[in-house]
């Protein structure tokens, strides 16, 4: 049997939980603020509408992070240099992990409401395998590198939201710097 698409309403009510939700995990000073009664008022929606549509709150915070990545990984699938496919292996690891510090940087609030939903192991999340794999077969392209999966796991570690918060919050290291000692550290691991 073909899959059934949502109804027009229901789509529209995706659509508009997901941006209250941007908006409000955009304002709030921390992510724990946020409730669901609160994104359910802002986008003029019952709290079983938001439950029926994502499970709860984890489910919707992942709709919305999937969301805000889908620029992102489109660029990364199929897009050109230096983040796409074509980048020669060396120079696309330092590009990707710039685009997910970018990334955590735009999205700190939801990154990190994310990480602290309480959903078991970051290593787990749909997002991180993702990540995780991309970078790992990039890896395994560099002659020369060994232990890919553990180099993928340390330079992915590097990108976490929280420290990315620990950083660029509360010790204010600029963007720039950081991006730049991310960069650094990469080609470092790399031998570049």
């Given at each position: 049997?073909?899959?059934?698409?949502?109804?027009?309403?229901?789509?529209?009510?995706?659509?508009?939980?997901?941006?209250?939700?941007?908006?409000?995990?955009?304002?709030?000073?921390?992510?724990?603020?946020?409730?669901?009664?609160?994104?359910?008022?802002?986008?003029?929606?019952?709290?079983?509408?938001?439950?029926?549509?994502f499970g709860d709150r984890t489910?919707?915070?992942?709709?919305?992070?999937?969301?805000?990545?889908?620029?992102?990984?489109?660029?990364?699938?199929?897009?050109?240099?230096?983040?796409?496919?074509?980048?020669?292996?060396?120079?696309?690891?330092?590009?990707?992990?710039?685009?997910?510090?970018?990334?955590?940087?735009?999205?700190?609030?939801?990154?990190?409401?994310?990480?602290?939903?309480?959903?078991?192991?970051?290593?787990?999340?749909?997002?991180?395998?993702?990540?995780?794999?991309?970078?790992?077969?990039?890896?395994?392209?560099?002659?020369?590198?060994?232990?890919?999966?553990?180099?993928?796991?340390?330079?992915?570690?590097?990108?976490?939201?929280?420290?990315?918060?620990?950083?660029?919050?509360?010790?204010?290291?600029?963007?720039?710097?950081?991006?730049?000692?991310?960069?650094?550290?990469?080609?470092?691991?790399?031998?570049?």
């Amino acid at each position: 049997m073909p899959e059934r698409k949502p109804r027009k309403d229901a789509a529209r009510n995706r659509e508009a939980v997901l941006a209250a939700a941007d908006a409000l995990f955009a304002r709030s000073g921390s992510p724990e603020d946020v409730t669901m009664a609160d994104i359910a008022a802002s986008a003029g929606v019952g709290k079983g509408t938001l439950f029926r549509a994502f499970g709860d709150r984890t489910g919707l915070l992942r709709a919305l992070y999937e969301a805000r990545l889908t620029p992102v990984r489109e660029a990364v699938e199929s897009g050109p240099p230096p983040l796409g496919p074509a980048t020669p292996p060396a120079e696309r690891v330092p590009a990707l992990l710039d685009a997910l510090l970018c990334f955590k940087l735009d999205n700190r609030p939801l990154a990190l409401a994310l990480e602290e939903s309480g959903t078991g192991s970051p290593y787990q999340a749909e997002h991180y395998e993702w990540w995780h794999g991309l970078l790992r077969s990039v890896l395994e392209q560099i002659p020369g590198l060994a232990h890919g999966d553990f180099t993928a796991h340390a330079l992915l570690a590097a990108t976490r939201a929280d420290l990315v918060e620990h950083l660029a919050g509360k010790g204010g290291v600029p963007r720039d710097r950081l991006r730049a000692q991310l960069a650094h550290f990469s080609n470092g691991v790399l031998g570049v």
